[in-house]
T-cell receptor
């Protein structure tokens, strides 16, 4: 079992739907991350939150909207997604967002866009 | 392009053998390296990390070697077991950066 919990594990949605992915950690970490992973590819960074502030947005389309309500929670709001957005969405956390810190991953949400 | 890559996309070994997974990186400013194991249907699992002021670090059945001269990183798994079958990613970060850059991954298959 991982210490980073992601819900739901699977999500199927239409292109006009609005849904949210959730991530939670109780390790006291102050940095949280969203990654996108396509099949047989490495994870690609989307967003970084440091001390509940957005510090990095890797030019992600606005149909993905991150939110960090508190130091333990991270959400990813989805709206008007495209079929190419189908992927595994991974959340990670680390003690801080500075170098020399291992990131710990959840098991992801498998997202399918119809 | 990616600053971290892998020499081989797949590796097949016999149970009980030692496995060596290689990784090349191109950024000489990288000072922190991590190996992750990703099993099917799961997220990447932290295995071991190493900082650039070290050449070698050992864990339980795993050893990471760092050669900064040729910008090469390797993961050695001793007495490989079927449960070691997974995709292994190396990742690196540059001093002061919040970003972790992943290599392409190597799929390790352990044959009984």
């Amino acid at each position: 079992d991982t210490e980073v919990t992601q819900t739901p594990k699977h999500l199927v949605m239409g292109m006009t739907n609005k849904k949210s992915l959730k991530c939670e950690q109780h390790m006291g970490h102050r940095a949280m991350y969203w990654y996108k992973q396509k099949a047989k590819k490495p994870p690609e960074l989307m967003f970084v939150y440091s001390y509940e502030k957005l510090s990095i947005n890797e030019s992600v389309p606005s149909r993905f909207s991150p939110e960090c309500p508190n130091s333990s929670l991270l959400n990813l709001h989805l709206h008007a997604l495209q079929p190419e957005d189908s992927a595994l969405y991974l959340c990670a956390s680390s003690q801080t967002s500075y170098s020399n810190q291992p990131q710990h991953f959840g098991d992801g949400t498998r997202l399918s866009i119809l | 392009g990616e600053s971290v890559g892998l020499h081989l996309p797949t590796l097949s070994v016999q149970e009980g053998d030692n496995s060596i997974i290689n990784c090349a990186y191109s950024n000489s400013a990288s000072d922190y390296f991590i190996w992750y194991k990703q099993e099917s249907g799961k997220g990447p699992q932290f295995i071991i990390d190493i900082r650039s002021n070290m050449d070698k670090r050992q864990g339980q059945r795993v050893t990471v070697l760092l050669n900064k001269t040729v910008k090469h990183l390797s993961l050695q798994i001793a007495a490989t077991q079927p449960g070691d079958s997974a995709v292994y990613f190396c990742a690196e970060s540059q001093g002061g950066s919040e970003k972790l850059v992943f290599g392409k991954g190597t799929k390790l298959t352990v044959n009984p």
